[in-house]
């Protein structure tokens, strides 16, 4: 595929993303590490918004309005959110898109977006 294609494009658009989502909370509720931080969560609503910040982040259409990552998740590093639980996070993603065979290339760039929002995400 090509080059100039967003990562959106090049795992598979919405229907990867949609997908995406549903096998990565799955995967995190059944995570004991950090399930505890979904735990007051509306699921349905936290899937639409991780499928909105998904599609904007891998460069797809920007419908995404939801806080920043920091202000998004400081309650939750006040109840002790920290890098074990963003590498679990992480963990899960990569585990995710590998069992929906995107290829490693994909999983590479997915994850270093993912990771470029660590520090905000922890408040740092």
Do not use: C, W
């Not at 982040?57 to 309650?75: I, L, N, Q, V």
Request: hydrophobic share 45%.
């Amino acid at each position: 595929m090509s080059a100039d294609k967003s990562l959106y494009e090049r795992i598979g658009g919405e229907p990867a993303v949609d997908a995406a989502v549903d096998v990565f909370y799955r995967k995190v509720l059944a995570d004991d590490r950090i399930n505890q931080f979904f735990e007051t969560v509306d699921m349905d609503k936290q899937r639409a918004k991780q499928k909105a910040f998904l599609t904007f982040a891998f460069g797809g259409p920007a419908h995404y309005s939801g806080k920043d990552m920091r202000a998004a998740h400081a309650h939750l590093v006040a109840k002790g959110l920290d890098d074990s639980h963003f590498d679990a996070v992480m963990e899960n993603l990569g585990a995710t898109l590998k069992e929906l065979g995107v290829p490693d290339d994909l999983i590479t760039e997915a994850a270093a977006i993912a990771e470029s929002t660590r520090n905000d995400v922890l408040g740092r």
